[in-house]
């Protein structure tokens, strides 16, 4: 006697339209883009040399790391979505396992908040 384990119930298969290439044996598993992969699709759609696409899309997030990071400019992307430089205040914590208190400094990071037309796809 065979004994099949049961799925939750929120549990459903990702379709053929959730992907965005073909996946390979890891985006099976978690489903999940790397730059190669994105790279690799733009070099299939258009036919350029793969030097020169992987060349542009690290100029594209070197561009928009350096404009969050240094200069502290959001980037904003129509139709796409907006990364944003967001600032932390100075605040106090505690170190449960030593019982000391600790000062975490005030620091910005990183967000991003999709258009209201990528998120709508999404749904």
Same mark, same amino acid.
């Given at each position: 006697?065979?004994? +099949?384990?049961?799925? #939750?119930?929120?549990? $459903?298969?990702?379709?053929?339209? &959730?992907?965005?290439?073909? #996946?390979?044996?890891? &985006?099976?598993? =978690? +489903?999940?883009?790397?730059?190669?992969?994105?790279? =690799?699709?733009?070099?299939?759609? *258009?036919?350029?040399?793969?030097?020169?696409?992987?060349? *542009?899309?690290?100029?594209?997030?070197?561009?928009?790391? =350096?404009?969050?990071?240094? $200069?502290?400019?959001?980037?904003?992307?129509?139709?796409?979505?907006?990364?944003?430089?967001? %600032?932390?205040?100075?605040?106090?914590?505690?170190? +449960? $396992?030593? =019982? *000391? *208190?600790?000062?975490?400094?005030? %620091?910005?990071? #990183?967000?991003?908040? #999709?258009?209201?037309?990528?998120?709508?796809?999404?749904?």
């Amino acid at each position: 006697m065979v004994f +099949i384990k049961k799925m #939750p119930r929120k549990f $459903s298969y990702p379709t053929e339209k &959730q992907y965005l290439c073909t #996946p390979n044996s890891k &985006q099976q598993k =978690n +489903i999940a883009m790397t730059k190669a992969d994105i790279i =690799n699709k733009i070099v299939e759609d *258009t036919g350029l040399p793969k030097k020169d696409v992987a060349a *542009t899309v690290e100029a594209f997030m070197e561009e928009i790391r =350096n404009c969050m990071s240094v $200069s502290k400019e959001n980037v904003y992307l129509r139709g796409f979505g907006t990364f944003t430089v967001k %600032h932390r205040a100075k605040k106090t914590a505690r170190n +449960i $396992s030593k =019982n *000391t *208190t600790m000062v975490i400094e005030a %620091h910005d990071f #990183p967000a991003f908040k #999709p258009a209201k037309s990528f998120a709508a796809k999404m749904k």
